[in-house]
């Protein structure tokens, strides 16, 4: 099966990218030329690497048409929340474009490909305490431009299902760590902030945003694979929350982080880890998607954030031996 990746040098799309070459299909990936690899240098030799601009039509229309791919998987996004307060028009255009090329490059080929679209649990936003844990069925209120941008996403996906019959699934997938994520993300920023203190690198003291937020977090490796659950066994056409059901707040998040650590840290709250509005709670209900496909998380959350800083503190060890 050939499977097309975009945002295959992301962290989740590397991730996928591992999961679907461990299945022994072949995997092709799109990228920038002035895009970071990193994440993929370690299996670069056995993806299919195209050089595209998603925002450009004309390039994603070749991609497709060379590939002629029997899945998508459309991972590819302006994804941090609060750069898209700095970058809003930049957030809109290049997720929402991105996504219209891809399906016009498929229909424009007259392909039959299956296409699975990443969207995002800060398509819910504003949740009442009434609508917790968050259902498909939720209205959408989003409070971000990258939530908007989400949400444009998810409509587009439906619309095309509906206008041309395309083979689209949805996913709503709430947080996902793990081994690779960047560190403008608070666990991942948590975690190399402390391994740069376990290496005399940084002073014993910890900038954080806001500690009270609590989110539903999933290990990376098991949302890859439910993505690939969701066109393996979803319905076209449908949408499903991916989760674990169960939300941690970012203080408890740490704290279970400082105790796989002997530093002893200072806390000192960062105004420029602070976003102009947040989600105070957010815990999703997949129970729509476990029914579907079978899918439950694997991995206990103790091992994520275990294996996350592990991650940290060998990136952080390689460059004190540089910088030595």
């Known amino acids: 099966m050939r499977v097309l990746i975009t945002g295959i040098t992301g962290f989740v799309g590397s991730h996928l990218a591992e999961y679907v070459l461990g299945l022994g299909h072949e995997v092709h990936g799109v990228e920038r030329w002035r895009s970071k690899t990193d994440n993929i240098e370690h299996i670069r030799v056995r993806l299919v690497m195209h050089e595209c601009d998603l925002r450009d039509a004309s390039s994603v229309r070749q991609v497709v048409e060379a590939i002629h791919p029997h899945r998508i998987f459309h991972l590819a996004a302006q994804s941090f929340v609060p750069m898209s307060w700095s970058a809003p028009a930049e957030t809109l255009t290049t997720n ?18 299956e296409i699975q679209v990443a969207g995002s649990s800060e398509e819910y936003g504003l949740v009442d305490d009434r609508e917790i844990p968050v259902r498909e069925e939720t209205p959408l209120r989003p409070i971000s431009p990258y939530g908007v941008s989400k949400v444009a996403q998810d409509l587009l996906a439906f619309q095309y299902f509906r206008s041309y019959k395309m083979k689209i699934v949805r996913t709503r997938g709430f947080n996902h760590t793990g081994p690779r994520r960047g560190d403008v993300f608070a666990e991942s920023d948590f975690s190399k902030q402390i391994a740069m203190v376990e290496q005399g690198l940084q002073e014993p003291v910890l900038r954080v945003g806001n500690l009270e937020a609590a989110r539903d977090f999933t290990d990376v490796r098991d949302m890859v694979r439910a993505y690939w659950l969701a066109l393996e066994k979803g319905e076209m056409g449908e949408v499903y929350n991916i989760c674990s059901g169960t939300a941690y707040p970012l203080g408890d998040v740490l704290e279970r982080l400082l105790r796989m ?29 476990r029914a579907r496909t079978g899918w439950t998380p694997r991995i206990p959350f103790e091992d994520t954030l275990r294996d996350l800083l592990e991650y940290w503190r060998k990136r952080t060890a390689h460059h004190a031996r540089r910088a030595g």
Do not use: N, Q, W, Y
Not at 98 to 104: A, I, P, Q, R
Not at 263 to 279: A, G, K
């Open 96 to 113: 929402i474009l991105s996504e219209l090329h891809l399906f016009e490059a498929v229909r424009d080929a007259g392909s039959d490909s």
């Open 261 to 289: 650590s002997k530093v002893c840290v200072r806390i000192e709250p960062d105004p420029h880890r602070m976003r102009p509005s947040d989600v105070p709670f957010l815990r999703g209900d997949a129970t729509k998607f």
